[in-house]
C-alpha cells in the first residue's frame, strides 16, 4: 500500500503564494495526482488533477516531476477564504488490487 | 445540477447494532465510492462500485459492506458496530471508474457509535 506525506500544516499570510507538497512512495503507472480541498463539515471539493509536469487551472497550479513520486499543489495570492484543509489522493496498485490512498491533510491557515 | 446526497446526515447508533447510509449521486454519474474520515487516521478508502459492481476495495473489515442499484444510487452497510466505527462516511460520485474521473463529495453522514 502506498504511504504519503503532506506537511501537517502551513500558515500564510493573504496576497501570497503558497505551494503544499506531497511525496509518496507508489503511484499506479496510468493514474493521475489529485488534490482536494475540504472545509469544517463539508465533503473534499476537487481543485486540480495531473499527470507529469505542469497543469494549471483558474484556482490553481500542480507540479509533477518527471518521476511522479511527489506533488506541489501552488496556490497563488491565497485569501482568508483558502483557509482549510488540503489533499493529494494517489492511486496505487499492488497485489493485484487497485487502492485510492489519501494523504493525512495540509491545514492552510490565512492570516489577515 | 444536484450534488451527490448523502442521508442521514447524523446518526447514533448503539454498539453491536447495524447501519445502513445512503448515497445519490449526480445524475449521470455511474460511479459511486465511500470513504471513512477521522481524526486519526483520516480519509480511508472503503470501497468503489461502478455499474452495479464492486470494482475495488480498502483494506476494512468485512463487516462493512455496499451495493449500488441500477439507477447508481448506492447504500453502504455496516454490521455489528464498534466503538471505534465512529467517523464521517462519505461517498463521492463520478462518471467514470477510478480516481482519473475526479470525485464530486457528498456532506457526509456523522456516525457516532455509543
Known amino acids: 500500500l502506498a504511504k504519503t506525506t503532506q506537511p501537517i500544516s502551513m500558515d500564510s499570510y493573504e496576497g501570497q503564494e503558497v505551494n503544499i507538497t506531497c511525496s509518496h512512495n507508489n503511484i499506479a503507472t496510468n493514474d493521475y495526482i489529485t488534490w482536494y480541498q475540504q472545509f469544517p463539515s463539508q465533503g473534499p471539493r476537487f481543485i486540480i488533477q495531473g499527470y507529469k509536469t505542469k497543469v494549471t487551472n483558474e484556482v490553481a497550479s500542480l507540479f509533477i516531476p518527471a518521476d511522479r513520486k511527489s506533488s506541489t499543489l501552488s496556490l497563488p495570492r491565497v485569501s482568508l477564504s483558502d483557509t482549510a484543509v488540503y489533499y493529494c489522493l494517489v492511486p496505487n496498485s499492488g497485489a493485484g488490487s487497485y487502492q485510492l490512498t489519501f494523504g493525512k491533510g495540509t491545514k492552510l491557515s490565512v492570516i489577515p | 445540477k444536484a450534488g451527490v446526497t448523502q442521508t442521514p446526515r447524523y446518526l447514533i447508533k448503539t454498539r453491536g447494532q447495524q447501519v445502513t447510509l445512503s448515497c445519490s449521486p449526480i445524475?449521470?454519474?455511474?460511479?459511486v465510492s465511500w470513504y471513512q474520515q477521522t481524526p486519526g487516521q483520516g480519509l480511508q478508502f472503503l470501497f468503489e462500485?461502478?455499474?452495479?459492481?464492486?470494482?475495488n476495495k480498502g483494506n476494512f473489515p468485512g463487516r462493512f459492506s455496499g451495493r449500488q442499484f441500477s439507477n447508481s444510487r448506492s447504500e453502504m452497510n455496516v454490521s455489528t458496530l464498534e466503538l471505534g466505527d465512529s467517523a464521517l462516511y462519505l461517498c463521492a460520485s463520478s462518471s467514470g471508474q477510478g480516481a482519473n474521473y475526479g470525485y464530486t463529495f457528498g456532506s457526509g453522514t456523522r456516525l457516532t457509535v455509543v
Open positions: 445524475s449521470g454519474h455511474r460511479s
Open positions: 462500485y461502478f455499474s452495479e459492481t464492486q470494482r
